[in-house]
């Protein structure tokens, strides 16, 4: 296991920070699309919290369909079959309703679609100090890079690294929890300030990380009892 600490100075004790750790899969329970087992992780990154803060976005999906709201199941067949009427005679059907100052209730409803999977999206601008925390910044790019590809086997493809996510807060580290993830996407801009200015290395003076991970599992409302 390599570990990654950035800045070198980042104080622990006072500081809230992340703790990203990355593992190789094992195999899968295939009712929960979670690791059997979770081994010695590969790489561990110690980073500041994110200048773009930490977002905890639960979404859902919520169909439009029609509402079974009406008395009878002809009820809707024979409403629906007006819609479409006025929809095929186009804007004369509209002249008709405009006319009468009403149209055919739909009694639209919404349908649950699914509850999505939890997307965490940081941003981090990190800016060494002198050459030797360059270098470690040059590695921590290298390790979310490298965690994040397949590995081409012959006729297989071996899964990116999936990662474990901890955000440590002094006295309370249970302040926001984030189940394992993948890492969907790695964005470096390596020159955000539009300077070109690098170090001897090649790591330029201050760059931007952004990283996009999305949960292997998705949440349940027993979660917040």
Excluded at 51 to 58: C, K
């Amino acid at each position: 296991m390599t570990e990654y600490r950035f800045p070198k100075d980042l104080n622990l004790e006072i500081q809230p920070y992340f703790i990203f750790s990355s593992f190789e899969w094992s195999s899968l329970r295939k009712s929960t699309q979670e690791p059997k087992t979770i081994k010695t992780p590969v790489d561990t990154i110690i980073l500041p919290l994110p200048t773009n803060g930490i977002v905890d976005n639960i979404s859902h999906n919520w169909d439009e369909g029609i509402g079974l709201s009406a008395s009878s199941y002809t009820d809707v067949f024979v409403k629906n079959i007006i819609n479409k009427g006025v929809d095929l005679f186009g804007d004369l059907g509209k002249y008709i309703q405009a006319e009468k100052g009403a149209m055919i209730n739909d009694y639209a409803s919404l349908a649950f679609g699914g509850t999505n999977f939890r997307i965490f999206d940081f941003t981090f601008n990190l800016a060494p100090k002198n050459e030797q925390e360059s270098i470690v910044l040059k590695n921590v790019i290298k390790s979310f890079k490298r965690n994040s590809l397949p590995l081409y086997d012959d006729w297989k493809i071996h899964y990116p690294n999936f990662w474990n996510i901890k955000i440590v807060f002094p006295n309370n580290e249970d302040l926001v929890k984030i189940k394992n993830c993948v890492l969907t996407s790695v964005i470096v801009n390596h020159f955000p300030d539009a300077s070109l200015t690098v170090y001897k290395n090649g790591t330029p003076i201050k760059p931007e990380i952004s990283l996009n991970f999305k949960e292997l599992q998705k949440v349940d409302r027993r979660e917040y009892e």
